[in-house]
Each structure stands twice: as structure tokens, then as C-alpha cells.
């Protein structure tokens, strides 16, 4: 194991989706990996690197700001120096070096008419252009859901048995306190009375949904979170802004997302598309009920644990929907398990090589 060198650009952005991953993934790995086994290059702006023991941490010179750059040039140099074989948890691999590497989904191929401007016609170029890479020459390719494997496998034309599937896990909640300042902050957030949204406030999030119950509902409080992704703004941010009962939170720290999730009336996730979607895991180990689009991995991830939307129709009753019977969370909160994550990448990589 000793020719793995870990990408770790994710380090260098909050801990969100694919970053929070790769983050519980590294820190899994460190507890039983053999000692200097597995490397991870870490650019000179992160910050919070964790503490390995086992894992070699390398401090680069470089700074990781431009991430194609990173990527292509101070990785792949890194790694060519070593001989080693890269691992990317963040949907790229090195153009002269592919490795090993998650592909989470193929967002950017199968939505571009959600990248609109010249600098999202670019960032979709690229997205679009590493996924085929990866498909294509990977040393060893994965995804997080059965549903990424089918349209990855489909889309490019590959044998669904090249691609291994890992999925996300939620364990980190357990260690995460709850912060209940966000409600003196948010003084209309009344525990009880709302429903919560979390997400980058991306077009593939879906507020159009929220801005569309919200302005039939208007009784109905909603809590949005989550942080604007340049040149993926929806559209309708600006109309949840204008909308009386919609409260936008921006970025919150993990505890007081905790804290809004324990205490909402349900969380909603009307995303249209994701690979996999770690939030609704979060919101059940919260005890919270969970609605969820029926659409993507959604369905096959959380089966009969949480109530389901049409993302495309928000001509519904959220009350009549949260009425609806529903399986216990606990085993598929077993299910899903970063620890479970880090031992099946591990032997996958292990019977490579």
C-alpha cells in the first residue's frame, strides 16, 4: 500500500458533501492502515489538516487556489516524483497519471442547461471532460450509489463491473453538539414550527420547489441553509427572499444545523438530482421526518424510511404527506457507515494492486 498518495485539495474548502467524505474517509483509514502505508499531500492553504498517525502527512509548497492547477501540475508532479498512484475523492485524476478515484455523479453531463454563464460553460467543460477521463483510463473507478454506477456505466460506455460502489456514511453527527443559538439569532424559528432545507444553494438543490410551496403555504415557515455556489445561483433565491415565510440562515456551523434539524417539523430534500445526498441521513439520525424527491439515488438509498415529492410538482400538502407510515431509521442509519466506507476501499485498493 505503500505507492497510494492521497489528493488533499478537499481540504482546502468546507466540509460539505464530497469534502466531508473525503475527510471522515482519511481520518477511518489513519485507525488501521499500517503505518506509512498511504501518503496525502496536503496543499500549503489548508487548514484543520487532521492529525494522522498511520497516514504520512506532506505539506506541499504550493498552494491549491486555481484546483485544475493543483490537480494537473503540483499533484500530478508529487506523484510522478514518487511513483505512486493518486487517489481523488473529488471527481478528478491526474491527465498523465490516472489512478484511483471517486466519481460521485455526472451532474455537469446530464444538466447543461443549469451552467449558463460563460464561467459555468467552463467549469462544466472541465467537469465533463474529467469524468470521461476517469471513466475511460482510471486505475480503479467508484462512485457512492447503484444509480451513479448505472448512468456512469450507460454514459460512457464502460461495464458497470469496472466500477466499484461505496457509499456516503453520517457518523460524524454523533460527535457533533447542538447549538441552539441559531434560534436567539432566528428569533421566528419557533422549535416545532418549521420545516428545514440544507444545501449548497445550487440550481440541483431545487428551491424552486421551496418557492413554490412556500408562496401556496404561506402559514408554513421554512428555514433555508446553505452557501451560494458561484454562477450556480438559482434563480429563485430571489424569490425565497421576498417571501415572508421563508427564513434564509446562510452557512451554519455543523452544531446549529443540528440543532435546526432536531427541531424542525421536517426535513426536506427536493433535490432533483444527487448522487447520493448525505443531509437526509443526518435529519433521521436526528430523529427528524424526512421528505425526500423520488428521483436519482434518492429512492434506492432511502427506500421506505422517509416520505417522498415530485421535485417538479409542489401542488401538494406536506402535512398530508408527513401522515403517511414510515420504516424505523435505525437500519438504514447501520446501513450507511463511514467506517464500513474506509474498510471496503481499503481491500478494493489492496486487491488492485
Not at 456505466?153 to 443559538?181: C, K, L, M
Amino acid at each position: 500500500m505503500n505507492h497510494i498518495i492521497i489528493n488533499g485539495d478537499f481540504l482546502c474548502r468546507n466540509l460539505t458533501g464530497i469534502e466531508r467524505f473525503a475527510f471522515e474517509i482519511c481520518t477511518r483509514l489513519d485507525a488501521f492502515v499500517k503505518k506509512n502505508a498511504i501518503l496525502i499531500l496536503v496543499p500549503a492553504n489548508a487548514e484543520n489538516v487532521p492529525d494522522f498517525r498511520n497516514i504520512v502527512v506532506v505539506h506541499s509548497q504550493h498552494s491549491c487556489r486555481v484546483f485544475p492547477v493543483w490537480e494537473h501540475v503540483f499533484f500530478t508532479a508529487y506523484v510522478l516524483r514518487q511513483g505512486g498512484i493518486p487517489l481523488d475523492f473529488s471527481n478528478v485524476t491526474p491527465l498523465f497519471r490516472p489512478g484511483v478515484v471517486f466519481i460521485h455523479d455526472i451532474y455537469a453531463k446530464l444538466f447543461p442547461e443549469d451552467f449558463s454563464t460563460f464561467r459555468d460553460r467552463l467549469v462544466r467543460l472541465y467537469a465533463c471532460a474529467m469524468y470521461h477521463h476517469a471513466a475511460k483510463h482510471a486505475r480503479l473507478l467508484i462512485t457512492v450509489s447503484e444509480f451513479s454506477r448505472r448512468q456512469l456505466a450507460e454514459t460512457y460506455g464502460i461495464p458497470a463491473e469496472r466500477i466499484t460502489v461505496i457509499n456516503n456514511g453520517w457518523e460524524h453527527f454523533r460527535s457533533v453538539q447542538t447549538d441552539n443559538a441559531v434560534f436567539t439569532r432566528f428569533p421566528c424559528l419557533k422549535p416545532g414550527k418549521y420545516f428545514f432545507t440544507l444545501g449548497s444553494l445550487s440550481r440541483r438543490k431545487n428551491l424552486k420547489w421551496i418557492a413554490m410551496y412556500a408562496g401556496k403555504h404561506s402559514d408554513d415557515i421554512f428555514a433555508v441553509s446553505g452557501k451560494a455556489i458561484s454562477g450556480l445561483i438559482p434563480e429563485e433565491l430571489a424569490t425565497l427572499q421576498t417571501l415572508k415565510n421563508v427564513v434564509l440562515v446562510g452557512y451554519v456551523s455543523d452544531m446549529q444545523v443540528k440543532a435546526l434539524m432536531a427541531h424542525c417539523r421536517a426535513f426536506i430534500f427536493p433535490s432533483y438530482y444527487e448522487g447520493f445526498g448525505i443531509p437526509p441521513l443526518e435529519a433521521l439520525s436526528c430523529g427528524a421526518p424526512v421528505v425526500v424527491s423520488r428521483t436519482a439515488s434518492l429512492p434506492e438509498l432511502y427506500g421506505n424510511c422517509v416520505h417522498y415529492i415530485d421535485p417538479y410538482n409542489a401542488d401538494v400538502c406536506l402535512d398530508d404527506i408527513l401522515k403517511q407510515p414510515v420504516e424505523p431509521a435505525e437500519k438504514l442509519l447501520k446501513m450507511y457507515s463511514y467506517d464500513r466506507a474506509a474498510r471496503k476501499l481499503y481491500s478494493t485498493i489492496k486487491n488492485m494492486l
